[in-house]
């Protein structure tokens, strides 16, 4: 089992920025990959960023540019820097851990973006 903790979400307004943490816990293991997702209301959850323990990095169209993943693996932490925030960018953003096919989703934190 593996157990997530997020943390950084909040109220911002448009073009500010927020930065997201997610810890890792539990059966951790060296090969792995996080990410974040989101879901706004009415919609599907969908991919924003995802980092394989080796570095590499995958970005939603739609953050390209403006939203950056990154990991501490000595910390087994995953970050989500989001810069130039947009209304559209509201929802419940949600942590991921996969790791040999087994799928583990954080709680969700709220990011809210007024105009």
């Known amino acids: 089992q593996v157990q997530l903790v997020e943390s950084g979400g909040g109220l911002v307004q448009a073009g500010e920025s927020l930065r997201l943490s997610c810890t890792a816990s539990?059966?951790?293991?060296?090969?792995?990959?996080m990410g974040w997702y989101r879901q706004a209301p009415g919609n599907q959850r969908e991919l924003v960023a995802s980092?394989?323990?080796?570095?590499?990095?995958d970005y939603a169209d739609s953050v390209k540019g403006r939203f950056t993943i990154s990991r501490d693996n000595a910390k087994n932490t995953v970050y989500l820097q989001m810069n130039s925030l947009k209304p559209e960018d509201t929802a419940v953003y949600y942590c991921?851990?996969?790791?040999?096919?087994?799928?583990?989703w954080g709680q969700g934190t709220q990011v809210t973006v007024s105009s």
């Open positions: 991921h851990y996969n790791i040999n096919g087994w799928n583990y």
């Open positions: 539990g059966s951790i293991g060296s090969i792995n990959v």
């Open positions: 980092i394989i323990s080796t570095g590499r990095t």
